[in-house]
């Protein structure tokens, strides 16, 4: 048997405040706009009641026009993501493995990065079209860089013991990186998936917001420039929803701490 003295503590120490006060803080926010909503101060039409945004998240999960929207941006949002990471991952490699094309590119990945990608569009649009192809590239250009700058600080942090170990046994390059970097990589991946998740859908909703005729970011234009803001809303719940879960799918299968 467990000594009573020794699972007061250990219980104590389980017991973490850290749920609580999000759900807290959650419902404090939702509390708040149902107030707003109901007193008066701004116009009914831009901030609908909770009632009001969960009928129409309702009728939208009930729509086949809304999954057949929902479909083409989860796939572009997923090719986005397999292209810009796959990309990141291999720009990073060499950045950070190789201190002279360190030096030489990637301030200029530190320069671009903080630029806001919708100025790349036009340029996107010409090379891609206006189908999904501009949306995909969108979405990928937006979740390369954060993960070229993870992968590359997290090359820069293996440590040289293994490197030297792996020169002993004279590791060719592909065998050196399957085997000794990515390895060691797998947070600093991670951490670049988490942001380039994100930015990603960012990308290309914002792509399809402004030149598209299908897709979530399409919905939910449509539904603004008609005034039906909650199912404007609802349709960005949505988005957040995905977005939020995908982050904690990486943060959970790839062991992350703070999840």
Same mark, same amino acid.
């Given at each position: ?6 699972a %007061?503590?250990?219980a104590?120490r389980?017991?973490?405040p850290v749920?609580?006060?999000? +759900?807290?803080?959650m419902? !404090?926010?939702?509390? /708040?706009?149902?107030?707003?909503a109901?007193?008066?101060?701004v116009?009914e039409? =831009? ?14 999960? &009930?729509?086949?026009?809304f999954?057949? $929207?929902?479909?083409l &941006?989860a796939?572009?949002?997923a090719?986005?993501?397999?292209? %810009? ?6 720009? %990073? ?10 030096k030489?590119f990637?301030? #200029?990945?530190h #320069?671009? !990065?903080?630029?806001?990608?919708? +100025? ?5 649009? =010409?090379?891609?079209?206006? @189908?999904? @192809?501009?949306?995909?590239?969108m979405?990928?250009?937006?979740c390369?860089?954060?993960? +070229? ?11 040289? +013991? ?7 046994? $004279?590791?060719?390059?592909?065998q050196?990186?399957?085997? /000794? ?5 797998v947070?600093p ?13 960012? @990308?290309?909703? *914002? ?5 598209s ?5 399409f ?13 404007? #809303?609802?349709? *960005?719940l949505?988005?957040? /929803?995905? !977005?939020?879960?995908? $982050?904690? =799918?990486?943060a ?8």
């Amino acid at each position: 048997m467990v000594d009573a003295r020794l699972a %007061g503590p250990a219980a104590a120490r389980s017991w973490s405040p850290v749920l609580p006060l999000r +759900v807290a803080t959650m419902l !404090a926010l939702l509390v /708040i706009w149902e107030a707003v909503a109901r007193s008066g101060l701004v116009f009914e039409g =831009v901030v609908p009641s909770l009632v009001a945004i969960g009928g129409a998240l309702a009728d939208l999960l &009930t729509s086949a026009n809304f999954y057949w $929207n929902l479909e083409l &941006t989860a796939i572009e949002v997923a090719v986005s993501l397999a292209l %810009g990471a796959s990309a990141g991952i291999v720009v %990073g490699l060499v950045l950070g493995a190789r201190p002279f094309a360190g030096k030489a590119f990637e301030p #200029y990945v530190h #320069y671009l !990065a903080p630029t806001p990608k919708i +100025v790349f569009l036009p340029i996107l649009l =010409v090379l891609f079209g206006v @189908g999904p @192809g501009s949306k995909i590239a969108m979405g990928a250009l937006s979740c390369f860089f954060p993960m +070229v700058l993870s992968v590359a600080s997290g090359v820069r942090q293996v440590d040289p +013991v293994l490197l030297r170990v792996g020169r002993s046994f $004279n590791l060719s390059i592909l065998q050196t990186v399957r085997k /000794i970097y990515l390895p060691a990589l797998v947070a600093p991946i991670a951490t670049g998936l988490r942001l380039g998740s994100g930015v990603a859908i960012i @990308g290309c909703l *914002l792509a399809e917001i402004k030149m598209s005729n299908r897709g979530l970011g399409f919905l939910v234009m449509q539904y603004y420039s008609q005034f039906r803001i909650p199912y404007m #809303y609802a349709a *960005l719940l949505v988005a957040f /929803i995905i !977005a939020a879960g995908g $982050n904690a =799918v990486i943060a959970r299968y790839l062991r992350l701490p703070g999840k």
